[in-house]
T-cell receptor, first 112, second 115 residues
Framework: SQQGEEDPQALSIQEGENATMNCSYKTSINNLQWYRQNSGRGLVHLIL?????REKHSGRLRVTLDTSKKSSSLLITASRAADTASYFC????????????FGKGITLSVRP | NAGVMQNPRHLVRRRGQEARLRCSPM?????VYWYRQLPEEGLKFMVY????????ESGMPKERFSAEFPKEGPSILRIQQVVRGDSAAYFCASSPRGVNTGELFFGEGSRLTVL
């Protein structure tokens, strides 16, 4: 079963607005990562947050992690048309030899 | 430093044929992961390999599917006797030390179509 579940499934906003995407997971994690995928392409890593971190920033991205609620959010500020893509959260479970388990993704459309 | 290279990018097979997908990880990366993606869906884990060893194959069907990562050369995902349900995009990703310490670097995927 999917570890990460994102919501909403689809999000459409105007250029310049902020986009907030949420992710929930089920088991204990070592870290949580967000990825972006443009149509027909591979995934690109955006940001990683460790289980002992609560918030992290990278450029226009802000990610939060609440391990008590087993949830994370990704905020993209001042969105651009080029941010149009699918966004996935992925979790690395605790323990050695872990793998990343992905959610189903959120489709973000940014209207120019 | 070249990224993760996958080939072929597109592969068409008839039912019953074999599909062989190749993945060359980034230089210095000894951890390789294979994922499968169906249209409009997320990535489903298939197998995790380190050089010459299968670490976790819990996501890979027991029959018809196999994976290897030899000491020399690319990682290979092999699907024997393909069926229409095998049609999907197959992504390979690599990492220098595993996901507990960092991110995965993905290839552009191999898109398999089974006629």
């Amino acid at each position: 079963s999917q570890q990460g579940e994102e919501d909403p499934q689809a999000l459409s906003i105007q250029e310049g607005e902020n986009a907030t995407m949420n992710c929930s997971y089920k088991t204990s994690i070592n870290n949580l990562q967000w990825y972006r995928q443009n149509s027909g392409r591979g995934l690109v890593h955006l940001i990683l947050i460790r289980s002992n971190e609560r918030e992290k920033h990278s450029g226009r991205l802000r990610v939060t992690l609440d391990t008590s609620k087993k949830s994370s959010s990704l905020l993209i500020t001042a969105s651009r048309a080029a941010d149009t893509a699918s966004y996935f959260c992925a979790t690395a479970a605790t323990g050695a030899n872990s793998k990343l388990t992905f959610g189903k993704g959120i489709t973000l459309s940014v209207r120019p | 430093n070249a990224g993760v290279m996958q080939n072929p990018r597109h592969l068409v097979r008839r039912r019953g044929q074999e599909a062989r997908l190749r993945c060359s990880p980034m230089k210095g990366h000894s951890h390789v992961y294979w994922y499968r993606q169906l249209p409009e869906e997320g990535l489903k884990f298939m197998v995790y390999l380190q050089k010459e060893n299968i670490i976790d194959e819990s996501g890979m069907p027991k029959e018809r599917f196999s994976a290897e990562f030899p000491k020399e050369g690319p990682s290979i995902l092999r699907i024997q006797q393909v069926v229409r349900g095998d049609s999907a995009a197959y992504f390979c990703a690599s990492s220098p030390r595993g996901v507990n310490t960092g991110e995965l670097f993905f290839g552009e995927g191999s898109r398999l179509t089974v006629l």
